[in-house]
């Protein structure tokens, strides 16, 4: 098998299955783990994959994106203490606005219900679990609803944004780097997550290490833009300073 065509084979696997194991896949292809090793670096210099100990998953481009039902498989413990923390930041904020994707809906479930509380959000999955909430008012952006992350996008959303003053804003994206800062494969997404970060007083960003390092097709956001940025300990000490370094206090959980 021509090293191309093994390429192609573990970037589908990757994008399939989620991640990759290089002793699996050297037994698969029957080929010495440094010969995945080295395809594998080829995929991430490409931009396809990120490296991970014993192997590397997929990075989400404008020719892929998980949808949802695979989101809530993955990095599912440190996406619920990165939720519980960027509750912790919620303070005195009386309106919020709520990314789509599946760590803003552990968010939004874990949001104070003994205080009057108004939510924004372009999830149709977190209006609809928090909507039964009897403090919290939940306003749902108009729009087309993408299948794949069911969540409202086009310039119904971004006008309906554009009409208020939200207090916090929490905010994700397909990748983070200190070089192209926050992306995301659609740019209708884009849209509504730029029109979101513009009319909120503080914005905070919540991902896991695995975006970190990674970018997409559209950019939305620089780091600067992001009072505080909250993963998971998969990101080194030295390489949150570095984040830091542009402004944000870097939160890991």
Known sequence: ????????????????????????????????PETIRRDLSELERRGLVRRTHG????????????????????HVENKRRIAAEGVRLLGGAETVFVDEGYTPQILASLLPTDRLLTVVTASLSTAAAIADSPNTTVLLL???????????????AAAMLSGFV???????????????????????????KAKALEVSR??????????FGASSFCR??????????????????????????????????
């Open 1 to 32: 098998m021509r090293s191309e065509e093994r390429h192609q084979k573990l970037l589908t696997l990757a994008r399939r299955e989620g991640r990759i194991e290089v002793a699996g896949m050297a037994a698969d292809f029957g080929v010495a």
């Open 55 to 74: 192997g590397a998953y997929p990075v989400e481009s404008a020719g892929f994106e998980t949808d949802l039902a695979r989101r809530v498989t993955l």
């Open 142 to 156: 108009g729009g087309r609803v993408r299948a794949r992350t069911l969540a409202t996008v086009g310039s119904w």
């Open 166 to 192: 939200i207090d916090l804003a929490y905010i994700g994206s397909n990748g983070i780097s200190r070089e192209f800062g926050l992306t995301t494969p659609d740019p209708v997404v884009a849209d509504v």
């Open 202 to 211: 503080r914005r905070v960003f919540m991902g896991h290490h695995g975006k």
């Open 220 to 253: 939305f956001a620089e780091i600067p833009d992001f009072e505080t940025i909250i993963t998971d300990t998969g990101l080194s000490t030295a390489e949150a300073h570095r984040y830091s370094l542009l402004g944000p206090q870097v939160i890991r959980v």
